[in-house]
């Protein structure tokens, strides 16, 4: 089911799948002109913080993690992103070195976009522009909601809440009452969660002596998406 009537999931989602979607031909034609398609296995990393970007990515195929890397070699999750959707654009736009990195979850095939095709689209394309500014916008507001709730909810409120959205980025070919998998290691989990592996650990036990969900091996099986909603402690 969609949860957009119980659950105000675009709040904590990004989405930037809706960029490239039904884009005039020409200004498709003119951004892809010079693309390359490349297949990563997973873990790959795209790119790395810190770096000067040479073009966009558009991933074809696969889900990619967007992260901060912190102290004592650890990592922030800021974003998962899925099959359809663009990374790599903000550094471009702001002309600056990536303010993150971005690694493979799964195997993935993704066509890189030269910076000079993606700005000379950009100029030339209302529609492109008009879309790439909406979704910043809709970033900036996910980023203030996820600040707030970092500083204000407890470790089991936030674990509830990002398995509702990691959710909507495992569910495929999805049909009513159909269970959904979420292939994340752990680790990965805590680091989107923030906090520490022990506690992401503890608490799916305990989601899964209520019911909620189940486990195969790292694969976390949704059961039960109402019972999350509520233990988030959102309207």
Known sequence: MSIRGIF???????KSESILANLMED???????????HSYGKGETIFKEGFYPTGIYYIKKGKVKKYKAIERGGEQIIYVANTGELIGYHAILSEE?????????EDCIIDFIPKEDFLKTLQHSTILNSRLL?????????????????????VRERLALQLIVLREKYKQNFQPGMSVE???????LANFVGTARENVVRILSEFKDQGILSTKGRKIVIHDINKLIELTNFK
């Open 8 to 14: 105000p999931i675009d709040k904590w989602d990004f």
């Open 97 to 105: 070195r990536f303010p993150d990195s971005a690694a493979t979850l």
């Open 27 to 37: 200004d498709y034609n003119m951004l892809t002109a010079n693309s390359t398609e």
């Open 182 to 188: 979420i292939n994340l290691s752990r680790e990965d």
């Open 134 to 154: 909406k979704t910043l916008s809709h970033e900036f507001t996910v980023l203030a909601n996820r600040l707030a709730l970092l500083g204000q909810h407890s």
